[in-house]
């Protein structure tokens, strides 16, 4: 077993993109239980609420594919510094915003920003991975974006409590400038490492079509699974917790924000393990335990109108969100057609952004008919479907069980 040193110094580039990626996430775990009562201050309804974070995934869904383009013509650097500014500028506009119509554009602008930065990061996620070490690269991504994540909400909410709810989207900007910077200093390109890597592969493979992976039943199945996890995390735990919060409990945004924290720093603890599950006891059995667990967490937070349950309900669902991450991008790389790398992770990205997109002013429409509560069973209910609709239609794709490449469990 390498020393920590040995490894530090074999892995830089991996440490580097990771250091990154917890710098972009922490920014955008600032803002989220802040951002619904920030858009609520303009006297808006719980869709128009729902809105600011389906505009956010609107501007990631039609700039996924360019930035995959993009990553596969010009390199990967272009995303991984552009992608930081863009937000700097999304995030100090929406800071400065005077009506909710003002919000919603500079929320696009930070998406766009998003869009960029993720690509260009999964894309040199997997240029740098080796093929049997590629969960494990991305689970120790995930490990750094769900710190970001877990991170962010507990100081936004101390930000706006000490000064005000727009305060947060000022430093998140500054941070993003940061996180430009740093990228440009510290991230070489690997477009050419990767042509290499894709010209090899071609030579002992077919050729896919663009429309004939789109159609094929393993993206498919992968794209809804993503899709309705994303659903639950936009929806349900983004947008419907916090206002459920409120009313329920009649909690601010420091308390959220601290639930947020600590069952975010939960999910820490089950990358590892998840990516070992995937390796060694099948991906689709992970994907099915994520759906089960987000939707269960989704459903005990909603039915439970108490501290205690909602403390219970969004540790639950982190189990299951936290697990979601390193099986799914895994069976992507592997069923990648060889020559579009950049392109298959951005239509992976985008199922999960048209979920992403879809569920705020969806379920945010559905509890103004019905109530909170109902809705966060609802939208629960989407994540199991998706992990058990991977699972059984999976069944025969040796892919979706264990790696190849690793020995068998026990």
């Not at 039609?62 to 013509?73: E, F, T």
């Not at 995030?91 to 930065?117: C, E, H, N, P």
């Amino acid at each position: 077993m390498p020393s920590p040193i040995t490894w530090i110094r074999g892995n830089q580039e991996l440490i580097v993109l990771c250091s990154a990626t917890f710098l972009v996430m922490a920014g955008q775990g600032v803002v989220s239980p802040i951002l619904p009562l920030y858009a609520s201050d303009f006297g808006v309804s719980a869709t128009m609420v729902g809105l600011t974070l389906t505009v956010f995934a609107f501007a990631r869904l039609i700039l996924n594919v360019p930035a995959g383009l993009i990553a596969d013509r010009y390199g990967r650097r272009v995303l991984l510094v552009g992608g930081p500014l863009l937000t700097a500028v999304g995030m100090f506009g929406s800071g400065q915003a005077d009506t909710i119509w003002v919000l919603l554009a500079w929320r696009f602008v930070a998406g766009a920003g998003s869009a960029f930065y993720m690509s260009g990061a999964m894309t040199y996620l997997i240029d740098i991975a080796p093929p049997e070490k590629r969960t494990r690269y991305v689970a120790t991504n995930q490990w750094a974006l769900s710190v970001g994540v877990a991170l962010g909400p507990g100081v936004g909410g101390m930000i706006a409590d000490a000064y005000n709810l727009s305060t947060p989207f000022t430093v998140v900007a500054v941070l993003a400038v940061l996180t430009a910077i740093y990228a440009a200093m510290r991230l070489p390109e690997t477009r050419e490492r990767a042509l290499e890597e894709q010209a090899a592969a071609a030579q002992n493979a077919p050729p896919v079509s663009t429309w004939s992976f789109v159609r094929s039943a393993p993206f498919l199945l992968i794209a809804l699974s993503t899709m309705t996890i994303f659903m639950t995390r936009a929806g349900a735990r983004g947008t419907m917790m916090p206002l459920h919060a409120s009313e329920a409990l009649d909690w601010g945004p420091a308390e959220v924000g601290l639930v947020f924290t600590l069952t975010g720093l939960i999910t820490l603890t089950t990358l590892m393990p998840a990516a070992w599950a995937a390796d060694h006891i099948g991906r689709r059995n992970v994907i099915l335990f994520s759906g089960v667990f987000a939707g269960l967490g989704a459903l005990l937070a909603g039915s439970i109108a108490t501290p205690a349950g909602f403390v219970m309900g969004n540790i639950i669902m982190s189990l299951g969100t936290g697990t979601a991450g390193p099986a799914p991008a895994a069976y992507v790389a592997d069923i990648a057609p060889p020559g579009r790398r950049g392109l298959a992770i951005a239509m992976y990205r985008s199922a999960g952004d048209i979920g992403f997109l879809a569920a705020p002013p969806l379920l945010g429409l559905l509890s103004e008919m019905t109530s909170i509560r109902f809705t966060l069973g609802v939208g629960g209910a989407l994540a199991a479907v998706g992990g058990a609709v991977f699972f059984f239609g999976s069944l025969g794709d040796d892919r979706a069980g264990r790696s190849p490449l690793v020995a068998p469990a026990g």
